[in-house]
């Protein structure tokens, strides 16, 4: 989610700067534009990183059959793979 996110900031970004031709007194829209551009870059560097450093998980499923009640059992067990 972040991936996008920033791209979308980038996007906004950049129509502010370059495709918007309005002059306003009280706010610069091309430092505006700028800055959301570099947020964008920035919120999509950290999101690949985050991505990147995803921990992965093992999970194990066991199933059985009871034999006192014939009933089946299944044992599910989950552990975080530290080498991924």
């Known amino acids: 989610m972040s991936i996008g996110v920033g791209i979308f900031l980038f996007v906004v970004g950049a129509v502010l700067t370059f495709a918007l031709n309005v002059s306003l007194d009280w706010i610069n829209l091309d430092l505006v534009g700028y800055l959301f551009m570099g947020a964008g870059v920035v919120v999509v560097i950290i999101g690949l990183i985050l991505l990147m450093r995803r921990r992965s998980s093992v999970v194990t499923e066991h199933t ?11 044992e599910r067990a989950s552990k975080i793979d530290p080498l991924a």
């Open 64 to 74: 059985a059959v009871d034999a006192t009640s014939g009933e089946r059992v299944t």
